[in-house]
């Protein structure tokens, strides 16, 4: 090949790539507002009580505890401590009453004294649920906590940076017009109790690389802790 040819074609491809070289070489940092530790190495979070009529049930706070404790086994680098004070937490959960212009999950960011702060807001009234699920969570009532425990997973994936994902597989996909009864049915599948919620994995690769790829290498950690 002509050498002058071949210089070229390497120079289109060096900039299609960008900076950071081809996107299919590996997972990417995504460009995204994001909660970030503090001085610790720790991300610190509250979770609120519920406002009224939020249909918050006992026991929802642990499926709040038992997502962040997933997402950091699994990415490893990232460490979750809970405090007793709102002011003091970058993550902050609110357990709030349905409203037609939201969703069941939301993720509010915003900044504080220059440190993002996210506050993370669950709808968990089934009544609520689009019809498909509602009926299914009334036959099979851990089917409820199936529904809260992945829109858990999915607002803390957005509070550590994600975008949406593409893949029916992944918890950061959004659904065509909202998750369906199928993609629950699939986690649902895997429980035989409540219990089995924390012992299996929910997040895909993809969903744990991308927040490996935006956190980078840190002191790998266990568990987090419950709220104080």
Known sequence: MDTRLWALIVVLLAVQAGPKGPALLGVQAEERFRITPDASGEITFFIADAVDKSGYRSGDSD???????????????????????????RLRVRWLPWSEDAALGRMQPSMEDGHAVVSVDIRPDENRFRPTVWRRVREDPLMRDVVIYYVCLHEIGHALGLSHSDNPRDVMWPGTNGVTL?????????????DDIPRVEWLSTDDVARVKALFGSGTPSSHARTPD
Do not use: G, K, S
């Not at 199928?182 to 409540?194: S, V, W």
């Open 63 to 89: 499926l709040m505890v038992w997502a962040l404790q997933e997402w950091q086994r699994r990415v490893e680098t990232i460490r979750f401590r809970p405090v007793n004070e709102e002011a003091r937490a």
């Open 182 to 194: 199928p993609i629950y049915e699939r986690y649902r599948h895997h429980l035989m109790t409540r």
